[in-house]
């Protein structure tokens, strides 16, 4: 039967309840609405579909399910259940007889599995209650044997499947059968029939191997006569069972004396050549290694990196986990919390007086990464995930027009305090959909050096340029998945530092990035890369930011997921207040003895420049630095107002002097901007032009009696007065225009850049998010199918084709097709699948002896044809 038709027939006998469980478990398959239960099946089954769900599994359900379908054939049937799978499953002490029965009915209310009996699941329910369940069979999903791909559990095909390859590996398998036979091996007679297709010589000779060697004294016998190191090679197939060895496809002789592992193992049939170079370990060999167990062991108990003496709950160590005392763990966090402001602070003030340049490819560039780490005195790391943080949470906007990053917004900011400054860069780098960790890796198809001779035109399609890194800011480390990513870490983080029992010393655990990565990869083995790549630098983000100190997590730090603003509140309790007072000293430094408001922190630092780091920094005052603060508009009197009210230790007089004398000086040359000049010989007329109302936009203004200045550009302003009826020449003889841009333009940017600009990085969210409206509208539509009986398959329609594809593909067996040809004619053929792909199937000819290729979406039906030598069947429509 259908797989697709199966689990409709089991998706309609569901209750609501059990199908509310689905929707919520699995949403993509009511996003957007099916219309029937057909369809519903149909999108379970598709491999976008079963890519999600399988991804959400841990590692025990994971497990088992590879451990079914390497015990199942969907092809004919065969079925197994919790007794037949309990052999495949190395439980560990202590693990009741029927502990895959929940595993079973959990994956099977995910839509993973179909009942072999077809029963609805309301007996399964009562069979629960009734305490049995250890004999209802199950089959996995069809295409669920294509997702999980051809090494379920990273377990090798069979002989048989290996032998089907080609012709070429089916001789060489009966080859290997026939010396063992004639070796005195007792297998169970290989095909030597002269007169069989070396193909199915070749099956025969598979099904031999894989007999033999289930015969109870044969693998011991064979490891005790193999070469040394053989069984260290064969413990290298444990991840993967497809090796590189050269020569693989050389002649070997069962009867010769054998000293190396690889030609023994190649001549006894354990191991089965792909091509020259690569080899794999068959499924049956594969078995025997792991005791008969494909999960050996069953990871059915978390590793928890903090367990207390007793295993009462079932969990194992996976390394003992650091602890840090509660103090240490706070003073950490609230130090780091404390830098990341005063960085970030400092990072918005150098982005305001210098806009961070872009590359022409994108991002920020080392260069400039490595100016704004000078000026913070941090690291080139710090500073490029400092500038992601500004960048997420909208402090620093990117300006189109002069593909620079410039602040945005900076002064609100200022103006929060430290536990909502610390609320808004905490809630951004948790809805971040980038990766900042990844700055100054290698970008996907860089080659890290250059290839050997002859070796250049190996890869297909274009390459980057050796040596390419990711940029800071970059697009090539935008990461959609990283916020659930993040959320999953954190509360990882608070399951293993909940300590079952408590600490002696009164310390809490601090688990390691391994041990956080291990923990992360049993809930989700399917991301197990993703967390590899992506958590050890989130770790570090997350330290940065004060959620873990000393690497335990901190309290703020497991409340940021629930509730962001009482996180914020509670970290304000734990802040020492601002300061509104530093002390001046004699060599023209400020001591600011802790955290600064941010109003005092702001003109202080327009008045002198910071040295050192640290909350406690020391502030040095030059004739440079009070110039600067001249410039903005500040005055003598207001700055030594300032100082004054602010100073616990008065105003120094080598500051006062400083201060008056660099002001005395200031200002007794003026320099200003101006987009184009008009002089004229005669004083009046251009008495006249400024006079003239219709020239009160041009923005003129007198120089000199005959000459004129104006913020608009030397082009705009002549066809301006050109405009207005005047007779204007441009001016080559004369000095070159004092600004390139016009005023207008500037003035524009500047409001395009302090307006309401958005964040340069829109928040992405789950786009799978189920309301209450939506389950209950699906759940009506399903029923109100179910109740007219109208029967609409159209979606299902195609998967079922597709099914039907694959599974002849599969048992190599004909179907009968319908056809439509370019010219709109419909005929029947019955035809041999090879493979179906990005819309094409392969199929071969039988009656013509060729192979062609033919469009999906061409095909108008098909059937399984049980009797090959049928005739083909042609009809024109």
Not at 393 to 406: F, I, K, P, Q
Not at 681 to 707: H, I, K, Q, S, Y
Request: glycine share 10%; aromatic share 4%; proline share 9%.
């Amino acid at each position: 039967m259908s797989s697709i038709r199966a689990l409709a027939h089991d998706l309609a006998a569901r209750s609501n309840h059990q199908l509310r469980e689905l929707f919520l478990a699995r949403p993509d398959l009511c996003l957007p609405p099916v219309p029937d239960f057909p369809a519903l099946a149909a999108r379970a089954c598709t491999r976008v579909s079963l890519q999600r769900a399988l991804e959400k599994l841990n590692r025990p359900e994971l497990e088992l399910l590879e451990a079914l379908v390497l015990a199942t054939d969907v092809d004919t049937g065969t079925a197994t259940d919790a007794t037949g799978l309990a052999p495949l499953l190395a439980a560990p002490e202590g693990v009741a007889p029927d502990q895959p029965v929940p595993y079973l009915r959990r994956l099977h209310a995910l839509g993973l599995l179909v009942r072999a009996d077809g029963e609805p699941p309301a007996a399964e329910d009562a069979e629960n209650n009734n305490g049995g369940g250890r004999h209802c069979a199950y089959l996995p999903l069809a295409s669920l044997v294509d997702v999980l791909g051809p090494y379920p559990a990273a377990l090798g095909r069979s002989h048989r499947t290996l032998a089907a390859l080609n012709t070429s590996t089916g001789g060489r398998l009966a080859a290997v059968a026939t010396a063992l036979g004639a070796a005195g091996h007792p297998l169970a007679g290989p095909a030597e029939d002269g007169a069989a297709e070396e193909g199915g010589a070749g099956e025969g000779a598979a099904a031999a191997l894989e007999s033999w060697l289930q015969q109870p004294d044969v693998w011991p016998a064979l490891l005790a006569d193999a070469p040394p190191k053989t069984v260290d090679l064969l413990e290298r197939f444990h991840s993967s069972p497809v090796g590189a060895v050269p020569d693989a496809l050389r002649p070997v002789d069962v009867a010769e004396p054998l000293r190396q592992p690889v030609p023994w193992l190649l001549a006894h049939g354990l191991l089965v050549p792909l091509d020259n170079t690569h080899v794999e370990l068959p499924r049956a060999v594969g078995l025997l290694l792991r005791g008969g167990a494909v999960a050996d062991p069953w990871h059915v108990r978390p590793p928890l990196a903090f367990a207390p003496e007793a295993t009462e709950d079932g969990s194992f160590r996976a390394g003992e986990a650091g602890t840090a005392r509660p103090a240490i763990r706070d003073n950490a966090a609230y130090s780091a919390v404390a830098e990341t402001l005063r960085l970030m602070s400092d990072l918005l003030g150098a982005a305001a007086r210098s806009p961070v340049a872009t590359l022409r490819a994108g991002g920020v560039g080392v260069r400039e990464v490595r100016r704004l780490a000078d000026e913070l005195q941090a690291g080139t790391r710090e500073t490029g995930w400092l500038l992601e943080l500004a960048a997420a949470a909208g402090l620093l906007v990117l300006d189109v027009d002069t593909s620079r990053w410039v602040p945005h917004g900076a002064e609100g900011y200022a103006a929060l305090d430290r536990q909502l400054q610390w609320q808004l860069l905490a809630t951004a780098w948790l809805e971040l959909g980038r990766a900042p960790s990844l700055a100054g890796t290698p970008t996907v198809g860089s080659a890290p050096s250059p290839p050997r001779r002859g070796t250049e035109k190996a890869a297909a399609g274009p390459a980057a340029p050796r040596g390419a890194q990711i940029n800071v800011l970059a697009a090539e480390a935008a990461r959609p998945d990283a916020p659930p990513v993040r959320r999953r870490m954190l509360a990882a983080l608070a399951e293993l530092t909940r300590p079952a029992a408590p600490d002696r010393a009164g310390a809490v655990p601090a688990p390691s990035s391994g041990q956080v990565i291990a923990y992360l990869g049993w809930q989700s083995p399917r991301q197990q890369r993703k967390f590899d790549r992506l958590v050890p630098g989130m770790l570090d983000e997350a330290a940065s930011l004060g959620l873990l100190g000393s690497g335990a997590l901190t309290a703020f730090g497991a409340l940021l997921l629930e509730d962001p603003a009482a996180a914020a509140e509670l970290l304000a309790g734990a802040l020492p207040a601002p300061l509104a007072h530093f002390m001046l000293q004699g060599d023209l430094t400020a001591v600011a003895p802790g955290y600064l408001e941010p109003a005092v922190a702001r003109q202080l630092q327009e008045l002198s420049s910071a040295e050192g780091q640290g909350p406690a920094a020391i502030h040095r005052f030059s004739a440079d630095s009070i110039r600067r603060a001249l410039d903005a508009g500040r005055d003598a009197p207001g700055i030594l107002a300032f100082l004054e009210r602010h100073s616990a230790t008065g105003v120094p007089q080598p500051l006062r002097y400083l201060v008056e004398d660099t002001a005395g000086r200031h200002g007794a040359i003026r320099v200003g901007s101006a987009g184009s000049y008009l002089r004229s010989e005669d004083p009046d007329l251009l008495d006249d032009l400024l006079a003239d109302p219709r020239a009160a936009g041009l923005g003129l203004r007198r120089l000199a009696p005959t000459v004129l200045a104006a913020p608009a550009s030397a082009a705009e302003l002549l066809a301006s007065l050109r405009s207005l009826g005047y007779s204007p020449a441009p001016d080559r003889d004369g000095m070159p225009a004092l600004g390139t841009g016009s005023a207008p333009e500037n003035t524009e940017r500047s409001a395009r850049t302090e307006g309401a600009i958005p964040p340069s990085f829109a928040v992405t969210t789950n786009p799978w998010q189920l309301t209450e409206e939506d389950l209950q509208a699906q759940l009506e539509l399903l029923h109100g199918s179910a109740a007219d009986g109208a029967g609409r398959a159209a979606e299902a329609e195609p998967l079922l084709a597709l099914e039907t594809l694959r599974r002849a593909i599969r048992m190599k067996k004909r179907v009968r097709m319908g056809i439509v040809d370019p010219h709109g004619n419909h005929r029947r053929e019955i035809l041999q699948p090879l493979s179906v792909g990005g819309g094409r199937l392969r199929v071969a000819d039988p009656d013509r002896g060729n192979e062609r290729v033919v469009p999906i979406h061409r095909v108008m039906d098909i059937e399984l044809v049980e009797d090959t030598g049928s005739e083909k069947e042609q009809t024109d429509g």
